[in-house]
């Protein structure tokens, strides 16, 4: 989700690696920014193509993907639907390619993705698994290598412009900051996200998401000390200068927040989230 903050979350990538290609989904929106991104894997002409997150269910986008075959397999980053929506008529498109997903409700026809540092490519393609929950409990990315160059494929972990929402209950913010920690420590390396312009460091991108969610967690904090007792009242005070369209989903990140905090919702006698201290 690209909220609050607007700006990318660093300098941008001067050019992407000479094996990946960006397909954008036409799906532009608040929660999507330009439209959801499609990577397109391919280590040289003629070899297997690895497509990361298909999109949505789109027959004139999904088209477009099949008209980079050969693909051999087709990797998610995480269940959201405007990443994974077009992923069962693109692997009848491909004739009937691979999909692994962390989560099984997502893999077709292949093992979910599962252990950390598993090299989840081929056809010339090193592709090791990052699980990174938090966004969601599903998310993962993938450090690929080829031919001298790297890049982290981020999906919705970190974004190339604004920040991304933590989607309580599903997302957690204790493993979403861990997630951020070990993103932080690929330095010098290019992000490729799933919303937004690819990014030049990784660990820079990384940095910048840790202090933002630093800063809202002190702001959350002073809301529930200045006296607000539910969570859309927290979003009024924390979130007063985003369109009152998103605070939808800036609740679920001020959910995942006072979890964090240690402050439980209950319910109020008028139907409301009432805030407590455990």
């Known amino acids: 989700m690209g ?3 607007t700006e990318a979350a660093g300098a941008l990538a001067d050019e992407l690696p000479g094996w ?15 439209g959801t991104n499609i990577w397109v894997l391919r280590a040289a002409p003629g070899e297997p193509a ?8 789109d027959d004139a986008h999904l088209a477009r993907i099949a008209g980079h075959a050969p693909v051999g397999l087709v990797l998610i980053t995480h269940g959201h639907p405007d990443h994974t ?26 093992e979910p993705l599962t252990t950390p540092g598993e090299n989840v490519g081929g056809f010339g393609l090193e592709i090791r698994l990052l699980p990174t929950p938090g966004h969601t409990g599903d998310s993962v990315c993938f450090l690929v290598e080829h031919d001298g160059e790297r890049a982290v494929l981020t999906g919705d972990t970190i974004l190339g412009r604004g920040t991304t929402v933590v989607a309580h209950p599903d997302g957690h913010l204790g493993d979403y900051l861990a997630s951020l920690e070990l993103l932080s420590t690929y330095r010098g390396i290019p992000a490729l996200p799933g919303h937004g312009p690819a990014l030049a460091d990784c660990g820079a991108a990384a940095d910048f998401y840790l202090a933002h969610r630093r800063a809202r967690l002190d702001q959350v904090r002073s809301a529930v000390a200045d006296g607000a007792t539910t969570a859309p009242e927290v979003v009024a005070r924390v979130y007063a200068d985003v369109d009152r369209s998103l605070w939808w989903a800036a609740e679920w990140s001020v959910r995942a927040q006072l979890e964090y905090l240690g402050v439980e919702p209950r319910e109020s006698g008028a139907g409301g989230a009432e805030l407590k201290q455990p």
Do not use: C, F, W, Y
């Open 3 to 5: 909220g609050h903050v």
């Open 20 to 34: 990946a290609t960006l397909l954008r989904a036409p799906n532009p929106g608040p929660m999507t920014l330009d």
């Open 50 to 57: 690895v497509v990361v997150d298909p999109g949505p269910a």
């Open 85 to 110: 929506d077009g992923a069962a008529r693109l692997a009848e498109l491909l004739g009937g390619v691979q999909v692994r997903a962390a989560d099984p409700a997502h893999t077709i026809g292949g």
